[in-house]
């Protein structure tokens, strides 16, 4: 397993990520005028200048940096490029400019405290994480000086119960509700769970199970050991207790390559569904496009369709204020832009001084907004939008898509609102 595994799975999960109430919808009809942070008038993906001028806001931001040979060097360039663009564009922070602190933990629980400690120093208003391998070691001490912390996604059960947390995706849509979804849109009783043996990847779909249930299915996981190369034992006997049901594959592409083709030989004729982690030219050189078409895969953002527009607007954002070498190619950089931007949004309607109290109520009283670079996806952080944890801010929106004979990704629509069977 690599230490960029580890980092991901645990944001999938939540997750995450990308719920079983609403009808499967075009993303391209989820975006565009609705979104605060987009200007269709103009055509202009930057939107009309609405610069900050009044005091800062110190907001700090905490990422693993370099770590065991893994760069999210990322992360941060894309962060501090939606800081610039949200002080120019967006009004910073309910007018204030956005002053970014930036602390790095080198994937270190002592560093992740240290940066909290260090943050709290600063005199920081709240903080936002987009992918850390160290989430609870680094809220614990911000929870105790009550400083607001907003994640791309948490699994932790203290962190979904803290009422200065705030989590953007929902843990259970990516692993519960959509392959749930796809169960009942087929009839199918079971769905079988081939996970990468990695604590945090299994936590996070037995954590969806009570969703999968409650739609009537029945979940079974197949844990299976990272680096197996030959998964055709495991998946034959998938294929025995689930012969046309619905398999969910969570791991990386070369994981997700051996368990497709594992399937394959083992006759496997029900539906399959994926992280998009899964789908690389990896996946698409090793398993024949024949059995790839028609793959559901799951997503948090629509990263992997440059032509949406939120991804548009991400990439103008990174080309404009980004610094030169930042890889648009990362998605980890979209991941960071959601949060930064999200958590501006979110605090907006600040009053007052700027201070951890003042942006904490502002979070909790903000209005249902589209999360800019998710494809049109909502969220309201008031505690009230999923009953698992008071502090997931998305609802039951999860991205879908089917993969073509090439194994490509079609057009990506939403898992929403209602039921998709009676779609």
């Known amino acids: 397993m690599t230490a960029k595994w580890a980092r991901r799975s645990a944001g999938l999960a939540l997750t995450a990520a990308l719920l079983m109430t609403s009808a499967f919808t075009s993303a391209a009809s989820a975006t565009g005028s609705d979104d605060p942070s987009t200007s269709e008038s103009s055509g202009d993906p930057l939107g009309p200048k609405n610069k900050a001028s009044g005091t800062p806001a110190k907001i700090g931001m905490i990422a693993d940096g370099v770590s065991e040979g893994i760069s999210n060097e990322i992360d941060i360039q894309a962060a501090e490029a939606t800081v610039k663009w949200l002080n120019e564009h967006m009004g910073g922070l309910g ?26 120093s600063d005199g920081v208003a709240g903080v936002f994480v987009s992918n850390s391998t160290q989430a609870e070691s680094l809220w614990s001490v911000l929870h105790e000086a009550k400083i607001p912390v907003m994640f791309y996604g948490i699994t932790e059960e203290d962190l979904l119960n803290d009422k200065r947390t705030f989590a953007l995706t929902n843990p259970n849509g990516l692993l519960g509700d959509l392959p749930a979804g796809i169960a009942k849109e087929n009839g199918a009783k079971t769905v079988t769970a081939v996970v990468i043996g990695v604590p945090a990847a299994v936590d996070a779909v037995e954590a969806a199970r009570s969703r999968i249930e409650a739609q009537g299915r029945k979940l079974e996981i197949v844990e299976v050991p990272p680096g197996t190369a030959d998964m055709t034992p495991q998946m034959q006997q998938v294929v025995s207790d689930n012969p046309k049901g619905v398999v969910n594959i969570v791991g990386n592409d070369s994981f997700c390559a051996a368990a497709l083709n594992g399937l394959r030989t083992a006759g496997f004729k029900g539906e399959v569904v994926a992280i998009q982690e899964c789908i690389t030219d990896v996946t698409r050189n090793a398993v024949p496009g024949d059995f790839l078409e028609g793959v559901t895969v799951g997503a948090t953002t629509p990263f992997a369709d440059k032509s949406n527009p939120s991804v548009v607007q991400y990439l103008a954002v990174l080309d404009e204020y980004g610094e030169s070498g930042a890889d648009p190619e990362a998605n980890n950089g979209l991941v960071a832009f959601i949060v930064a931007s999200s958590f501006a949004i979110a605090a907006n309607g600040v009053e007052g001084a700027v201070n951890p109290a003042s942006v904490t109520k502002a979070i909790k009283s903000m209005p249902d907004s589209v999360m800019p670079g998710t494809g049109g996806q909502h969220f309201r952080c008031n505690g009230k939008a999923d009953p698992t944890g008071r502090a997931i801010c998305a609802a039951n929106e999860v991205l879908y898509t089917t993969l073509d004979d090439e194994g490509n990704i079609t057009t990506f629509k939403t898992l929403g609102e209602e039921d998709p069977a009676a779609s």
């Open 95 to 120: 007018g204030h400019p956005i002053d970014l602190i930036v602390c790095t933990t080198d994937a270190d629980p002592g560093k992740a405290a240290d940066c909290a400690n260090q943050l709290i």
